[in-house]
């Protein structure tokens, strides 16, 4: 198992800017997964990307991997209020086995009106 | 699908008493998981187990037991409760290494 380690830890933006958090992580991996949990709720999954892919999107979120660096960036574009939310990355080792999950601080993004 | 439930939503416990909270889910994953949130910081792993019968300690064990005799369910017992075990627990399931299905946690209070 290993942890995700995401940077900043907070992050405030105005509405309509861009935000970029990132992850590090220490060994080789499968895939890394992000995460958003809004306050008080449990996290939802919101993209994953294989450690054979260097970029992936889905609506306004887009993804970098960089296995020689051990990063991986979130990007959400035109950003919401209701992108305010506390943000983790989860890298994962086994595709067919089970590796425990655990989580760094998060990154915390307050997106301002 | 029901996804991953957990019961109670809301707990108040006095110090030394004991509790178990549940966790169930019906998507058949083998992988489940219990972790703590203490406000403003991050998840913190509790327990966790890879399928009926298997169990490990994550991060943070001490103070709790689980035991997982079905795939479907997770139980987390306190055995003596303590003030610093008041926190939010949320428990996740998954199969091997895709992502992670969370449940909408339990708020408990220790006095």
């Known amino acids: 198992s290993q942890q995700g380690e995401e940077d900043p830890q907070a992050l405030s933006i105005q509405e309509g800017e861009n935000a970029t958090m990132n992850c590090s992580y220490k060994?080789?991996?499968?895939?890394l997964q992000w995460y958003r949990q809004n306050s008080g709720r449990g996290l939802v999954h919101l993209i994953l990307?294989?450690?054979?892919?260097r970029e992936k999107h889905s609506g306004r979120l887009r993804v970098t991997l960089d296995t020689s660096k051990k990063s991986s960036s979130l990007l959400i574009t035109a950003s919401r209020a209701a992108d305010t939310a506390s943000y983790f990355c989860?890298?994962?080792?086994?595709?067919?086995?089970?590796?425990?999950?655990?989580f760094g601080p998060g990154t915390s993004l307050s997106v301002i009106p | 699908n029901a996804g991953v439930t957990q019961t109670p939503k809301f707990q108040v416990l006095k110090t030394g008493q004991s509790m178990t909270l549940q966790c169930a889910q019906d998507?058949?994953?083998?992988?489940m998981s219990w972790y703590r949130q203490d406000p403003g910081m991050g998840l913190r792993l509790i327990h966790y187990?890879?399928?009926?019968?298997?169990?490990d300690q994550g991060e943070v064990p001490n103070g709790y037991n689980v035991s997982r005799s079905t795939t479907e369910d997770f139980p987390l017992r306190l055995l003596s409760a303590a003030p610093s075990q008041t926190s939010v627990y949320f428990c996740?399931?998954?199969?091997?290494?895709?992502?992670?299905?969370f449940g909408n946690g339990t708020r408990l209070t220790v006095t």
């Open positions: 996740a399931s998954s199969y091997k290494a895709s992502p992670l299905h």
């Open positions: 060994t080789s991996i499968n895939n």
């Open positions: 990307i294989r450690s054979n892919e």
């Open positions: 989860a890298p994962r080792q086994g595709e067919t086995s089970y590796d425990k999950v655990i």
């Open positions: 998507m058949n994953h083998e992988y």
């Open positions: 187990s890879v399928g009926a019968g298997i169990t």
